[in-house]
């Protein structure tokens, strides 16, 4: 019904950068909240960005300054601009969207992308 496909993981050194999308498709009233979620092996997932749907961001400590979230609403996609990655951001990168789905406008719903793996490494 509601799909989070995510794209753009890979391998990149220490100090390099990746770019991260997340397309939401199907059945989508309105999306409200759009995000990235990581998750470290033997760790738990935590959150990484978000933004709402008029562009207020947010960050982890962790990131700010190096990691830069964005949206396009016509397209129902978020982006994660990784600059400066470090050993530490390696995780499986997962997209995040509260949204309605056509046909039942009054709930929101949670979904999740499969993940996209992030590999920091020389």
């Known amino acids: 019904q509601v799909q989070l496909v995510e794209s753009g993981g890979g391998l990149v050194q220490p100090g390099g950068s990746l770019r991260l999308s997340c397309a939401a498709s199907?059945?989508?009233?309105?999306?409200?909240?759009m995000g990235w979620h990581r998750q470290a092996p033997g760790k738990q997932r935590d959150l990484v960005a978000t933004?709402?749907?008029?562009?207020?961001?947010n960050y982890a400590d962790s990131v700010k300054g190096r990691f830069t979230i964005s949206r396009d609403n016509a397209k129902n996609t978020v982006y994660l601009q990784m600059n400066s990655l470090k050993p530490d951001d390696t995780a499986v990168y997962y997209c995040?969207?509260?949204?309605?789905?056509?046909?039942?406008?009054?709930?929101?719903?949670?979904?999740w992308g499969q993940g996209t793996q992030v590999t920091v490494s020389s």
């Open positions: 995040k969207a509260i949204l309605r789905v056509a046909g039942q406008q009054t709930s929101w719903y949670r979904y």
């Open positions: 199907g059945s989508i009233f309105s999306i409200n909240d």
């Open positions: 933004i709402t749907s008029g562009g207020s961001t």
